[in-house]
C-alpha cells in the first residue's frame, strides 16, 4: 500500500529502462505532484529516541505524537547500538493538506508513546547512522 516514493526510494528507479518498468508513470506522477506541492502528503519517516539501560525498548505499534497529536505508529524498530537509542521507521500521514516535508518534521515537537509514557524523539527522512555513506567512503 506504499509506494516508492512515499518510502524514499524513487532514487532506485531507472527511468531510461528500455520498455520502462511497471507503475513508472504512477511513478513520474508521484514525483511531479509531490514536486508542485513541495512535498507529498504521506511520507516514511525514521525515528529516534535516546534511551537509557534502565528505558523499555521499542519493538513496533508505538504510537508518535506531533505537537500534541497522534500521527502514526512504529511499523519496526530495534535498539540502535550506533546511534544510542530506539530507532524505529514509520509512516507520517498530516492531518491537514501540508506536505510532509523536512519543514513539516522541523516545525513539530515529536513524542513516541512507550508503555505508557511519552519520550521526546527526533523524526528525520533521512537515516540517523551515516547518511552520507561517509564512514565507507573513508
Not at 77 to 84: E, K
Not at 123 to 134: E, I, M, R, T
Request: hydrophobic share 35%; charged share 25%.
Amino acid at each position: 500500500t506504499d509506494t516508492i516514493v512515499e518510502a524514499g526510494l524513487s532514487f532506485t528507479c531507472d527511468f531510461k529502462k528500455e520498455g520502462g518498468f511497471i507503475g513508472m508513470e504512477h511513478v513520474r506522477a508521484q514525483k511531479d505532484q509531490a514536486k508542485e506541492m513541495g512535498g507529498l502528503s504521506r511520507r516514511m519517516a525514521n525515528v529516534l529516541v535516546p534511551l537509557g539501560p534502565t528505558d523499555p525498548l521499542l519493538y513496533h505499534g508505538e504510537v508518535l505524537w506531533r505537537n500534541g497529536d497522534r500521527i502514526s505508529d512504529i511499523r519496526s524498530a530495534s535498539y540502535g547500538h550506533t546511534v544510542g537509542g530506539g530507532v524505529g521507521l514509520t509512516m507520517l500521514a498530516s492531518s491537514n493538506s501540508e506536505p510532509v516535508n523536512k519543514s513539516y518534521i522541523e516545525s513539530g515537537a515529536w513524542e513516541l508513546e512507550i508503555a505508557d509514557k511519552r519520550y521526546a524523539c527526533q523524526v528525520s527522512l533521512a537515516p540517523f547512522y551515516d547518511p552520507k555513506n561517509a564512514r565507507i567512503k573513508v
